[in-house]
């Protein structure tokens, strides 16, 4: 279920928005404001969450929005829903197999505009060994100089950040015995530009 994730997954492309200002610039997402959830049904009776603590992404951002592209990598082993019992069984062999599989991937392969601050990130989302394309629906929510950058030597600087959604079928993915139903991913994160 996780794996749709990223992935967006993932989604970092969304940043591409961020215009000429920001033209040819490689951004890295800062790990204490990126977040990965995801949620599934419980047998049609309740909506439960997860989330993924360790993700790391890097976004090319071009000229051309539409020739930006992002990688993100996330740490299967750091799934975390609030209850060991059921973390430790999402990262077994029944579903994630996180010895075996550690890392969750998405790798963009295409951008597209749909509106002033929001675009479609199609990419290769790999979970479990397997790879499935995904679309990210993402929205930029800020490009430029951080706001706290005036008082906070840390956030100085160029930064961008979005919002992403996606949803997956985890079995596509050979994870879970059993259907729960798509598993939606969202993705929060801001992007300090590399130095």
Do not use: C, R
Request: glycine fraction near 8%.
């Amino acid at each position: 279920m996780l794996k749709n994730k990223l992935t967006g997954a993932v989604a970092l492309s969304t940043v591409l928005l961020a215009g000429s200002a920001l033209a040819d610039a490689t951004f890295k997402t800062d790990q204490g404001h990126t977040e990965v959830f995801f949620s599934w049904s419980h047998a049609g009776v309740s909506i439960q969450t997860g989330e993924f603590e360790v993700a790391e992404g890097t976004l090319e951002l071009a000229d051309d929005l539409e020739k930006s592209s992002i990688e993100v990598a996330i740490d299967a082993n750091s799934l975390s829903s609030g209850f060991g019992p059921l973390d430790e069984h999402l990262k077994s062999a029944d579903f994630l197999e996180v010895e075996t599989y550690p890392e969750i991937t998405f790798k963009s392969t295409s951008v597209k505009k749909t509106g002033d601050t929001s675009m479609d990130v199609v990419g290769d989302l790999t979970i479990h060994g397997v790879t499935n394309e995904v679309t990210l629906n993402a929205e930029m929510t800020h490009k430029g100089p951080h706001p706290l950058g005036k008082a906070i030597e840390y956030y100085q600087g160029e930064w961008v950040a979005f919002s992403a959604t996606t949803e997956i079928d985890h079995q596509s993915f050979d994870v879970g015995g059993f259907s729960t139903g798509p598993i939606t991913i969202t993705i929060n994160t801001e992007m300090k530009e590399a130095e």
